[in-house]
């Protein structure tokens, strides 16, 4: 591995990386055909009647066979997945692993509802929406095309995944991972400061989970 990358990847924060290194890999795994994706999505019947529990983790790890819509989600969590660890969570690892749990544990309650057996795309849209609320007034640039405010950006990037898939169901996960995001900037930052005046359960990290990653 040539020193830029290696040098660049150990720079990522900590959950960040572990949840790019599992995504690249299951879609590796797929791809060399050592798995299948009917081994890893997500149904009720098939994770708890079979007990083939795995499939709870590895929906939020597939993104597809390597393509270009991989390379869009991926590159676009990855960057703004980085951005929220290192602005709003540093050196919290409990603190961001916690979130991303929570968001989980809601996408899978969901999933029935709206018939996704893949849930990537949708836990990938969490960190995207919550980075674009809590930095307002930053400009991105789209491509070098179109310069927009981040509150628009998830809304942008959705619109974009629609057209390179030609179908609005593409885009179903992504506007579920927005929604999601949505609650959970809502609790997090507008409850907690309006409402509850502090920090509560649904925001700090059990004690037993700051032990674990070494923050007690």
């Given at each position: 591995?040539?020193?830029?990358?290696?040098?660049?990847?150990?720079?990522?924060?900590?959950?960040?990386?572990?949840w790019?290194?599992?995504?690249?890999?299951t879609?590796?795994?797929?791809?060399?055909?050592?798995?299948?994706?009917?081994?890893?999505?997500?149904?009720?019947?098939?994770?708890?009647?079979?007990?083939?529990?795995?499939?709870?983790?590895?929906?939020?790890?597939?993104?597809?066979?390597?393509?270009?819509?991989?390379?869009f989600?991926?590159?676009?969590?990855?960057?703004?997945?980085?951005?929220?660890?290192?602005?709003?969570?540093?050196?919290?690892?409990?603190?961001?692993?916690?979130?991303?749990?929570?968001?989980?544990?809601?996408?899978?309650?969901?999933?029935?509802?709206?018939?996704?057996?893949?849930?990537?795309?949708?836990?990938?849209?969490?960190?995207?929406?919550?980075?674009?609320?809590?930095?307002?007034?930053?400009?991105?640039?789209?491509?070098?095309?179109?310069?927009?405010?981040?509150?628009?950006?998830?809304?942008?990037?959705?619109?974009?995944?629609?057209?390179?898939?030609g179908?609005?169901?593409?885009?179903?996960?992504?506007?579920?991972?927005?929604?999601?995001?949505?609650?959970?900037?809502?609790v997090?930052?507008?409850?907690?400061?309006?409402?509850?005046?502090?920090?509560?359960?649904?925001?700090?990290?059990?004690?037993?989970?700051?032990?674990?990653?070494?923050?007690?």
């Amino acid at each position: 591995m040539p020193v830029g990358i290696e040098a660049w990847f150990s720079q990522v924060p900590p959950i960040t990386r572990a949840w790019l290194v599992c995504a690249v890999l299951t879609s590796l795994a797929v791809q060399c055909q050592m798995v299948t994706p009917l081994q890893l999505y997500f149904s009720y019947k098939a994770a708890f009647n079979n007990a083939q529990l795995w499939r709870i983790f590895t929906t939020f790890f597939y993104f597809g066979n390597i393509s270009l819509d991989f390379v869009f989600h991926l590159f676009f969590f990855m960057r703004y997945s980085r951005l929220l660890e290192e602005s709003s969570f540093p050196h919290q690892k409990a603190g961001y692993f916690y979130m991303l749990f929570q968001c989980a544990v809601m996408l899978l309650l969901l999933s029935p509802l709206v018939t996704m057996p893949f849930l990537s795309s949708s836990l990938a849209f969490v960190p995207i929406y919550l980075w674009s609320r809590r930095h307002p007034s930053t400009h991105i640039s789209l491509f070098g095309v179109l310069t927009i405010t981040a509150p628009y950006l998830p809304l942008a990037l959705v619109a974009f995944s629609w057209v390179l898939n030609g179908t609005w169901h593409a885009a179903a996960g992504d506007l579920l991972g927005c929604a999601v995001g949505h609650v959970v900037w809502f609790v997090r930052d507008v409850w907690t400061r309006e409402m509850v005046g502090g920090k509560g359960w649904w925001s700090e990290p059990p004690d037993f989970l700051r032990r674990l990653m070494n923050e007690i």
